[in-house]
């Protein structure tokens, strides 16, 4: 089992930034590939990014990408979501998610193993 705590979230004006962490916990982390999903109110979780095991490899959705930055410490156990110039469409609920697996990137909700509780980015205009 891994256990997966989102943190970070809050509210934040359009053009500002926030930091997402994930801390994991439970069997090896470094053997897991990490991604961040999100969902947005009335819709379906959606992929944003993921790292590989070793953080050699990263992908990101469109939507997102050069704004938001996937990286990973596999000393602390610990996947990061830094979020830059947000937008009001970047509001929904983020998950942290892990994937068993060395050297891939999976972007699909069901290609991950455990998730963690979610937490609220909320972006005003």
């Known amino acids: 089992q891994v256990q997966l705590v989102e943190s970070g979230g809050g509210l934040v004006q359009a053009g500002g930034s926030l930091g997402l962490s994930c801390a994991a916990s439970?069997?090896?982390?470094?053997?897991?590939?990490m991604g961040w999903f999100r969902q947005p109110p009335g819709k379906e979780r959606e992929f944003v990014s993921a790292?590989?095991?070793?953080?050699?490899?990263?992908v990101y959705a469109d939507s997102v990408q050069g704004r938001f930055t996937i990286s990973r410490d596999n000393a602390k156990n610990t996947v990061y979501l830094q979020m830059n110039n947000l937008e009001p469409e970047d509001t929904a609920v983020y998950y942290c998610?892990?994937?068993?697996?060395?050297?891939?990137?999976?972007?699909?909700?069901?290609?991950?193993?455990?998730w963690g509780q979610g937490t609220q980015v909320t972006v005003s205009s």
């Open positions: 998610a892990a994937a068993e697996g060395l050297h891939w990137v999976p972007s699909n909700v069901f290609q991950y193993d455990y």
């Open positions: 790292v590989s095991s070793s953080g050699s490899r990263t």
């Open positions: 439970g069997r090896t982390f470094s053997s897991y590939a």
